[in-house]
């Protein structure tokens, strides 16, 4: 007959285990896929893409970047997601950054280079 300590210490370790096991990150978990949520990502990169364009960089380049983020955002999520949540948020975002008044320098240098890589990203 076991005694209640090491009964107690055997469930722990299992309850330890079952939760090291839930608690993989996406790159560790075979075949899983990072987690996106469209309306944080939309707004985030609104917020860079909008500010970018407050800071003058060209509107070409901004664009180019909106094009690459809504067809990973395609991929990812699929088309309802991505046109529902995905980009009315970010939409939001970046009129409400253009509508500000002109950023300071500092911030200016910081969306660059959050825009640049945003233009680099897979």
Do not use: F, H, N, W
């Not at 469930?11 to 330890?16: E, G, K, R, T, Y």
């Not at 309802?80 to 970046?94: I, P, Q, S």
């Amino acid at each position: 007959m076991r005694s209640a300590a090491s009964c107690g210490a055997g469930l722990v370790l299992a309850v330890l285990a079952a939760g090291a096991a839930r608690g993989q990150t996406p790159s560790e978990a075979p075949g899983a896929r990072p987690l996106v949520i469209p309306q944080t990502e939309g707004e985030r990169q609104g917020r860079i893409l909008g500010r970018a364009l407050a800071c003058g960089v060209p509107r070409e380049r901004v664009e180019a970047v909106l094009k690459a983020g809504r067809a990973r955002m395609l991929a990812a999520l699929g088309r309802a997601l991505t046109e529902e949540r995905y980009m009315l948020a970010l939409d939001d975002a970046l009129r409400l950054e253009t509508s500000l008044p002109a950023p300071s320098p500092q911030a200016c240098e910081k969306a660059r280079t959050a825009l640049e890589r945003l233009e680099t990203a897979p």
